[in-house]
Each structure stands twice: as structure tokens, then as C-alpha cells.
């Protein structure tokens, strides 16, 4: 099972971040609305796949969530389409990124 968490972080961007991915967000969205589609919608409680990977079908479930629901800014639709090119690449610290297949875990 993934692990999520909801917790109070002092800085806007991660500091461990592989490949950053930027989808311009409409005007008032706040971290509130974010979390609350989450458990609205069943996000939270989700099984990775028995190989033990899926965490990119995760966020990518979580764009069309944001996207469904209006959140995402009418200017970001190639920002999107940028951000899942970039979910079929496993990305490692010092590597070129690998093509690799996106596989699905569970919403639980």
C-alpha cells in the first residue's frame, strides 16, 4: 500500500525532486481544495502494483483529477500533455531518464 500523507512543508518546491513537473493552477486554489478532491474522490487509500511500482499512475490520476474538477489553469492543457510524457520515464538521481511503462496499482 502507498503511504499518504497529508504535512506541513516551509517551502513551495521539493528540494529532492527528480524532474519537476509545473501545471499553472487556477487563481485561488488552495492546498484545502487539493486535499479535499483527494479524499472526496477516494485518492487517498491506493495499492501499488505487486511489483511494488504505480506511483505514477497515481499522479497521473490525480492531473485528470484536478483537471476534472477545474483546478488546473485553461492555459496549462500543454503543460498536461508535457507532464504525461514525462510519466512514462523513470527518473534517477545522476541517470538519463528510461522509458517505462506506466503501470497501474488499485484505488482501494
Given at each position: 500500500?502507498?503511504?499518504?500523507?497529508?504535512?506541513?512543508?516551509?517551502?513551495?518546491?521539493?528540494?529532492?525532486?527528480?524532474h519537476?513537473?509545473?501545471?499553472?493552477?487556477?487563481?485561488g486554489?488552495?492546498?484545502?481544495?487539493?486535499?479535499r478532491?483527494?479524499?472526496?474522490?477516494?485518492?487517498?487509500?491506493?495499492?501499488?502494483?505487486?511489483?511494488?511500482?504505480?506511483?505514477?499512475?497515481?499522479?497521473k490520476?490525480?492531473?485528470e483529477?484536478?483537471?476534472?474538477?477545474?483546478?488546473?489553469?485553461?492555459?496549462?492543457?500543454?503543460?498536461?500533455?508535457?507532464?504525461?510524457?514525462?510519466?512514462?520515464?523513470?527518473?534517477?538521481?545522476?541517470?538519463?531518464?528510461?522509458?517505462?511503462a506506466?503501470?497501474?496499482?488499485?484505488?482501494?
Amino acid at each position: 500500500m502507498g503511504t499518504y500523507a497529508e504535512t506541513r512543508c516551509e517551502y513551495e518546491s521539493s528540494h529532492s525532486s527528480l524532474h519537476p513537473i509545473d501545471i499553472p493552477a487556477v487563481t485561488g486554489l488552495t492546498v484545502d481544495h487539493v486535499t479535499r478532491l483527494i479524499l472526496t474522490i477516494g485518492r487517498r487509500n491506493y495499492r501499488l502494483a505487486p511489483s511494488g511500482v504505480g506511483c505514477r499512475f497515481w499522479v497521473k490520476t490525480i492531473i485528470e483529477d484536478l483537471e476534472g474538477a477545474g483546478y488546473i489553469h485553461p492555459n496549462g492543457k500543454d503543460a498536461i500533455m508535457q507532464a504525461y510524457k514525462d510519466l512514462q520515464y523513470n527518473y534517477s538521481r545522476d541517470k538519463s531518464p528510461e522509458f517505462e511503462a506506466i503501470v497501474p496499482g488499485a484505488f482501494v
